[in-house]
Every structure is written in structure tokens, then in C-alpha cells.
T-cell receptor, first 113, second 114 residues
Framework: DTGVSQNPRHKITKRGQNVTFRCDPISEHNRLYWYRQTLGQGPEFLTYFQNEAQLEKSRLLSDRFSAERPKGSFSTLEIQRTEQGDSAMYLC???????????FGPGTRLLVL | AQSVSQHNHHVILSEAASLELGCNYSYGGTVNLFWYVQYPGQHLQLLLKYFSGDPLVKGIKGFEAEFIKSKFSFNLRKPSVQWSDTAEYFCAVNAVSDNNDMRFGAGTRLTVKP
């Protein structure tokens, strides 16, 4: 399977703990996006990278969230001091330049107890 | 601020019925428009997109959408739905010169009865 992959698929954590998610995009794609989706809502844009550069970060994104794409390939999204409100599906997508077709991964479902 | 509205939360149709799902956005500048679909148990995938040119765009599986700039709308249509079209449909907008991000609507769940 050469699509976008995300790990882990599910994560349960206690409030206050840190969590890290990984996304592996389609290999030739230079853009990588992170979204968050809660029940009954569409994906909410968090941030995106072009190669290793983080070009945009949502103003709604708390300082507890940080994302990296160190070599322009895979990316990690870390949430520090998790809160119950962080419970959601975290989606990663990749594309080949511009705001072209984004290919989504299966998501990581986070539950904060 | 830029926003995307999908008017119907849940639509139930019988097979062979025609479909129209509404999408409106609030942004006066240049936009790129998308419809994504999520079939049960699957990833989000692109149905169709509009960047420029002919405002009537055709996508996969017989879907089409029309961009009406004066109405800030990008409604999705299909003349005859099938049971396999049962899915959640999301409209998305990229404001080219503003936020430089992508905004999705809340989605419309379509159930097609066999």
C-alpha cells in the first residue's frame, strides 16, 4: 500500500500526558497537512508543510501542539499536557504541490481520559 | 472569517433519485473548491475540484458540481444515486490569497435506500 499511513491508529491517554503521532505521506508528495476532526464536524485545518518548512499554522492551534517534518518526509504531531477537549480524530494528508488533491490517511483516534 | 456551510446534515434517498447537496462559503476573493467523500470505513477521498475555467466540473462516479460565484455556492449533484453512494460528503474551500489554509464544511451524511 503506497498511500498515506498514520501511527498509531488509536491512542488512549490520561489528561496531562504528552502524545505523539506519526504520518508517512505518499513518497513523492512535498506537501503534508494535519487536520483534527470531531464527531459531527468536518476536518479542521491545523498546519501544513512544504517539504520541511512549516508554512501555516492555524490561529486556533494551542501552543501545546507542535508539528515537525525534519527531513521533508514523515511528520510528527505532538500534543503536550493533553486535555479532554483534545479527544478527536487526527488526520494527515499529503499532496503534490499547491492546494491540489489531498490524499488522506486513516487517521489517529485520540481519547483523553 | 472564511467559513463553509453545508445545509443538509443528513439526506435519505431511494436508489435512482436525484441528488443535490448544498455548499456555500463566505469569502469574496479567489477560491479553490473541493468535494471530498468518505465511504463507511474508508479514508476521505476527492470527488471533484474547481480551480478555474468551466464552472461546471465533473468528478468520479457520475458526480458533478457547479460553481456559482454570485451565490458563493458549489453544490454537488448526481442525477441518479446508487446504494453505493451512501457516504459522508464534505465541501472544502481554499481561499487562495487569504488564510492559506483549507476549510471544510460539517459534512452531509447521505443514506441511499436500496
Amino acid at each position: 500500500d503506497t498511500g498515506v499511513s498514520q501511527n498509531p491508529r488509536h491512542k488512549i491517554t490520561k489528561r496531562g500526558q504528552n502524545v505523539t503521532f506519526r504520518c508517512d505521506p505518499i513518497s513523492e508528495h512535498n506537501r503534508l497537512y494535519w487536520y483534527r476532526q470531531t464527531l459531527g464536524q468536518g476536518p479542521e485545518f491545523l498546519t501544513y508543510f512544504q517539504n520541511e518548512a512549516q508554512l501555516e499554522k492555524s490561529r486556533l492551534l494551542s501552543d501545546r501542539f507542535s508539528a515537525e517534518r525534519p527531513k521533508g518526509s514523515f511528520s510528527t504531531l505532538e500534543i503536550q499536557r493533553t486535555e479532554q477537549g483534545d479527544s478527536a480524530m487526527y488526520l494527515c494528508a499529503s499532496s503534490l504541490g499547491g492546494w491540489e488533491t489531498q490524499y488522506f490517511g486513516p487517521g489517529t483516534r485520540l481519547l483523553v481520559l | 472569517a472564511q467559513s463553509v456551510s453545508q445545509h443538509n446534515h443528513h439526506v435519505i434517498l431511494s436508489e435512482a433519485a436525484s441528488l443535490e447537496l448544498g455548499c456555500n462559503y463566505s469569502y469574496g476573493g479567489t477560491v479553490n473548491l473541493f468535494w471530498y467523500v468518505q465511504y463507511p470505513g474508508q479514508h476521505l477521498q476527492l470527488l471533484l475540484k474547481y480551480f478555474s475555467g468551466d464552472p461546471l466540473v465533473k468528478g468520479i462516479k457520475g458526480f458533478e458540481a457547479e460553481f456559482i460565484k454570485s451565490k458563493f455556492s458549489f453544490n454537488l449533484r448526481k442525477p441518479s444515486v446508487q446504494w453505493s453512494d451512501t457516504a459522508e460528503y464534505f465541501c472544502a474551500v481554499n481561499a487562495v490569497s487569504d488564510n492559506n489554509d483549507m476549510r471544510f464544511g460539517a459534512g452531509t451524511r447521505l443514506t441511499v435506500k436500496p
